[in-house]
């Protein structure tokens, strides 16, 4: 017999979100990846509801006047794609500061050179 209910160990893989690899740690200091984990469990459930609905037309009415639980699948929609938005502009800052580093970096023996000359 198998049993419905499974224990997550904490910190285990079993206890991150598979796309993203982060804890949804509600209590943990960053708003903005509880936030994201929220919106995320909520978005799964709430798009999982579709498919047990009665009848696909009852959730294209809810969408088409943006109520119930339509409503709040939008709002936690464009939640997700905000932080992901986050994640592609600060690492697209990090890799441009990262290059500029390093071009700079790779100019200032040069310049040294000259300087001495």
Not at 20 to 35: D, Q
Not at 75 to 90: G, L, Q, W
Not at 95 to 105: V, Y
């Amino acid at each position: 017999m198998v049993s419905s209910t499974s224990t997550v160990i904490p910190g285990s893989s079993r206890d991150k979100l598979p796309a993203t690899n982060l804890t949804p740690n509600r209590s943990a200091g960053h708003s903005s990846e509880a936030e994201f984990a929220q919106s995320f469990d909520d978005g799964t459930n709430l798009s999982s509801e579709r498919v047990r609905v009665f009848h696909p037309i009852l959730w294209k009415i809810k969408r088409l006047f943006r109520i119930g639980s339509e409503r709040r699948l939008r709002i936690a929609t464009s939640e997700v794609r905000d932080f992901a938005k986050n994640i592609v502009r600060e690492k697209k800052t990090r890799t441009q500061t990262e290059i500029l580093a390093r071009i700079s970096g790779s100019f200032i023996p040069i310049l040294e050179f000259w300087q001495f000359q």
